[in-house]
């Protein structure tokens, strides 16, 4: 069974950092795009990083891009979402995903996890 977790989520201060993990479990995932996204209360879920299979490449939302950072570790079947300089507008639920070999920064995502609360106080 292909199961998604993610972990590190909880409540952070405005201008503070996070780092989100997503393991991943049930299969290999290195020749997998893996991708994270968001959903705020009242809101659609919306892309924030991707990072291709080989780990080259990387994509982030224009609100995050310079703050928040993309990476994987193959070996470890995880990924992981570093935010830094943290703002009330960055909470929202984070879900991380994965899909093979392309990226696109819509939800069309095979995997998905169930999600991790951050809140950002202000």
């Known amino acids: 069974q292909v199961q998604l977790v993610e972990s590190g989520g909880g409540v952070g201060q405005a201008g503070g950092s996070l780092r989100l993990s997503c393991a991943a479990s049930?299969?290999?995932?290195?020749?997998?795009?893996r991708a994270w996204f968001r959903q705020a209360p009242g809101k659609e879920r919306e892309f924030v990083a991707a990072i291709s299979w080989t780990g080259d490449s990387t994509y982030y939302a224009d609100s995050v891009k310079g703050r928040f950072t993309i990476s994987r570790d193959n070996a470890k079947n995880t990924v992981y979402l570093q935010m830094n300089s943290l703002k009330p507008e960055d909470t929202a639920v984070y879900y991380c995903a994965a899909r093979k070999l392309r990226v696109v920064l819509s939800p069309q995502y095979e995997y998905w996890g169930q999600g991790t609360q951050v809140t950002v106080s202000s």
């Open positions: 049930g299969r290999t995932f290195s020749s997998y795009v």
